[in-house]
């Protein structure tokens, strides 16, 4: 069992950066793949980024060139560091890891964008 804790959404105005961490249980997390997904209100969760237990990022069109995923094995903790926020990136963050058919989920983290 992986228990995942968000941290670091908040309110920010358009154009604005934030920072979300995520932070693992496990005694490692190298072997996860890690990703966040994310989901507004009336909507249907998205996946938002993902980075490969090799380190391998891939990201939704909608913030390629925005976001950047990144991963501290050593701190067990994953982050997307989210830059030039608009107000359709208003959601609930959610952070996933995954490994074979094992998949753990955290609680979330929200995100407004808002003037």
């Known amino acids: 069992q992986v228990q995942l804790v968000e941290s670091g959404g908040g309110l920010v105005q358009p154009g604005g950066s934030l920072r979300l961490s995520c932070a693992a249980s496990?005694?490692?997390?190298?072997?996860?793949?890690m990703g966040w997904y994310r989901q507004a209100p009336g909507e249907q969760r998205e996946l938002v980024a993902t980075i490969t237990r090799f380190g391998s990022t891939d990201y939704a069109h909608s913030v390629r060139g925005r976001f950047t995923n990144s991963r501290d094995n050593a701190k067990n903790t994953v982050f997307l560091q989210m830059n030039s926020l608009k107000p359709e990136d208003t959601a609930v963050y959610y952070c996933t890891a995954k490994y074979g058919t094992l998949a753990y989920w955290g609680q979330g983290a929200e995100v407004t964008v808002s003037s």
């Open positions: 496990a005694s490692s997390i190298r072997i996860y793949n």
